[in-house]
């Protein structure tokens, strides 16, 4: 979900003249699903993973209790919020639920004002829990993922490429000669030139599961599924040549005058038994050979190493 977009609500109660009510309700504000029993309910959240879940419990084929025991047993449908609207108002039928993991209960006849007020207190929860999640992964000073982002889809993608037999490119990026750039520019300056870097290694990263991420000090990582050797060398090539592009003055570097980076990369041979560790060591390794081959420069197992014209 982007900020643009509605929240998705997921309304499902086997009465249509509830799902008719609480639909006209809730769409001038949010896109609503509707579900007429509790398969339907279970199906409809495990496919379009809604943000909330007003949820009837006493429906003929599946109860609403069944159907939030189902949804937390199903990593897509977890954390989705729940809150259960019923005729049961017993203290005891609302301790159930929440016991269960639903966030709230309203009991039938329900007024229209507290279903407002209730689905938007628990959609701004979301809208929140969801921001530190994001937060939680990404890099304050360039914005890029953080490592510990790019630890998690590193591994699934591996895991991915090892099981389809479809490429898997990785690269190692160094910004040279960093330390000498901090000590005569200043550190203000140098956060400055590292975002310029990582929003140029960021725009590169044009298909959805690229990823951009900051690994550390003034190295990045980046990771391109489905990717060849090929062609992660010619993205590597057109990032390093962008970055030089910036023509940030760098009085203290050997490899040119201006701010330039050193790129290593290495791609995941399908055909060989190769851990993700070996993989990662490997772009490491050719990030090594383009910093002692003078910088400035991408060096990639399994592709022509092409060199740069630094100056």
């Known amino acids: 979900m982007t900020p643009a977009?509605?929240?998705?609500v997921l309304v499902a109660?086997?009465?249509?003249?509830?799902?008719?009510?609480?639909?006209?309700l809730l769409q001038p504000e949010y896109t609503v699903l509707l579900a007429k029993n509790g398969a339907q309910a279970v199906e409809r959240a495990t496919r379009h993973v809604p943000d909330l879940v007003l949820l009837d419990v006493m429906m003929p084929d599946m109860s609403g209790f069944e159907v939030l025991r189902r949804l937390r047993a199903t990593p897509q449908t977890e954390h989705v919020s729940v809150i259960f609207i019923s005729g049961l108002d017993?203290?005891?039928?609302?301790?159930?639920?929440l016991k269960m993991g639903a966030s709230d209960y309203i009991a039938k006849p329900f007024n229209a004002t507290v279903v407002l007020a209730r689905v938007a207190l628990h959609l701004q929860l979301v809208r929140q829990r969801r921001l530190l999640e994001h937060l939680a992964h990404v890099d304050g000073l360039t914005e890029l993922a953080n490592r510990r982002?790019?630890?998690d889809v590193y591994d699934?993608?591996?895991?991915?490429?090892?099981?389809?037999?479809?490429?898997?490119?990785?690269?190692?990026?160094d910004i040279d000669s960093f330390k000498q750039f901090n000590d005569l520019y200043g550190h203000?300056?140098?956060?400055?030139?590292?975002?310029?870097v990582a929003r140029v290694a960021g725009t590169h990263m044009r298909r959805p599961a690229d990823l951009a991420a900051r690994y550390g000090g003034e190295e990045l990582v980046l990771l391109m599924p489905e990717t060849d050797a090929?062609?992660?060398?010619?993205?590597?090539?057109a990032l390093r040549q962008a970055v030089a592009e910036l023509m940030i003055a760098h009085a203290g570097s050997a490899a040119a005058s201006c701010i330039t980076v050193s790129i290593g990369g290495a791609s995941l041979d399908p055909a060989q038994a190769e851990s993700s560790a070996a993989l990662f060591e490997a772009a490491d390794v050719q990030l090594y050979r383009a910093k002692q081959g003078g910088r400035n420069r991408v060096m990639?197992?399994?592709?022509?190493?092409?060199?740069?014209?630094a100056g």
């Open 5 to 8: 977009e509605p929240q998705k």
């Open 13 to 24: 109660d086997d009465d249509p003249v509830n799902r008719d009510v609480l639909c006209e």
């Open 90 to 97: 017993r203290p005891e039928d609302e301790a159930a639920g």
């Open 149 to 151: 982002r790019f630890d």
């Open 156 to 173: 699934l993608e591996w895991q991915r490429a090892r099981r389809s037999g479809r490429p898997l490119s990785l690269a190692l990026l």
């Open 188 to 196: 203000p300056a140098g956060d400055r030139a590292l975002r310029a």
């Open 230 to 237: 090929v062609q992660a060398l010619q993205i590597a090539q």
């Open 300 to 309: 990639w197992r399994g592709a022509q190493e092409a060199l740069t014209d």
